[in-house]
């Protein structure tokens, strides 16, 4: 048994040695080759899928830097903290505004943003790779960046936190925040969302 690509749906059996069916029409086709992150909704959990907490991103220039705005599917600005600004993942999947997909946090979604966690040689650094070895099986994502990691899951709506020391740089938000998707699965990552609360603990242990 086979599944489109795009959308997870199940293919019909194919008879014959033709070459293997990828998608299940035209528009699952045309959407992956345009959508760089491709496979999103194979990698994603449900829980997230279902969701009505999405919106988009576009990158822009504040203060000198580059920073990550929440926008609209229409590019109206859209709030973390404001439910009329968010949608469903379908709907903020298919629109091309933007940079990119994002997901209110909050209603026990919670996220540990690791931020720079890779050396040169594009290895894992020790600080992380020490909080991997510690991360339940949830979904672990590569950022946007390419550099940095999100280690999705469940955890009790907190204060956000920031942790800074030597080359350790770790932000752990549970509400009133956004974080951007990619949906580039980590190796370590499961389609699946645990109970973070403990790695928390250890992530600022770390701190």
């Known amino acids: 048994m086979s599944h489109c690509e795009h959308c997870g749906r199940t293919l019909p059996e194919q008879s014959g040695r033709g070459r293997r ?3 299940c029409g035209q528009a699952c086709r045309k959407a992956a080759s345009r ?3 491709g496979n999103l909704l194979r990698d994603i959990p449900d829980e997230m899928m279902l969701a009505d907490r999405w919106m988009r991103w576009r990158s822009i220039e504040r203060d000198g830097r580059r920073t990550k705005l929440p926008i609209q599917v229409d590019g109206l600005p859209a709030s973390s903290t404001d439910p009329d600004t968010w949608t469903t993942f379908p709907a903020a999947e298919e629109s091309r505004t933007g940079d990119g997909l994002g997901f209110a946090l909050g209603n ?3 996220c540990i943003d690791l931020d720079h966690c890779y050396d040169s040689r594009n290895h894992l650094k020790p600080w992380a790779k020490a909080l991997l070895a510690y991360t339940p099986a949830t ?3 590569i ?3 390419g550099d940095g990691l999100h ?3 469940h955890a ?3 204060p956000g936190v920031r942790i800074r020391r030597d080359d350790v740089n770790i932000e752990i938000y549970s509400r009133d925040r956004y974080m951007t998707v990619t949906g580039r699965a980590h190796r370590a990552s499961t389609r699946a969302l645990a109970d973070i609360t403990g790695l928390i603990d250890f992530a600022r242990r770390l701190g």
């Open 143 to 145: 950022s946007p960046s």
């Open 151 to 153: 280690i999705w899951g």
């Open 21 to 23: 069916r990828r998608y």
């Open 35 to 37: 959508d760089r992150t």
């Open 108 to 110: 026990g979604f919670a």
């Open 156 to 158: 009790a709506a907190m």
């Open 139 to 141: 979904f672990v994502e």
